[in-house]
């Protein structure tokens, strides 16, 4: 074992529930600004395709429709162009 890269904490038991003397203290927000607007686009296009989504399991759509509506959602959430004709690609 090696000595140096152990760590000895603290456990203060003053109150009822033993805490550590060191605690690292969080940020009032843990996730980063980013992180934040990502799950707040990917909850709306969640909420905007649930319905089409659930016409499609209501009427047994093909695999097309499926992949039709992947490809929207993944454009609106993720902010991806999957399709290329949008991109002029041939």
């Given amino acids: 074992m090696n ?3 152990t760590s000895t904490a603290l456990i203060v038991t003053n109150d009822d529930e033993p805490t550590l003397a060191n605690a ?3 940020a009032a ?3 980063p600004k980013w992180e934040t607007t990502a799950r707040e686009r990917m909850k709306a296009a969640i909420r905007k395709f649930s319905k089409p989504l659930a016409d499609l399991v ?3 759509a093909n695999e097309g429709d ?3 509506l992947v490809t929207d959602m993944l454009c609106e959430g ?3 162009d999957l399709r290329p004709e949008c991109l002029g690609v041939k």
């Fill in 58 to 60: 209501a009427r047994d």
């Fill in 3 to 5: 000595d140096a890269n």
């Fill in 66 to 68: 499926t992949r039709l």
């Fill in 78 to 80: 993720f902010g991806f």
């Fill in 24 to 26: 690292p203290q969080k």
């Fill in 29 to 31: 927000s843990a996730l």
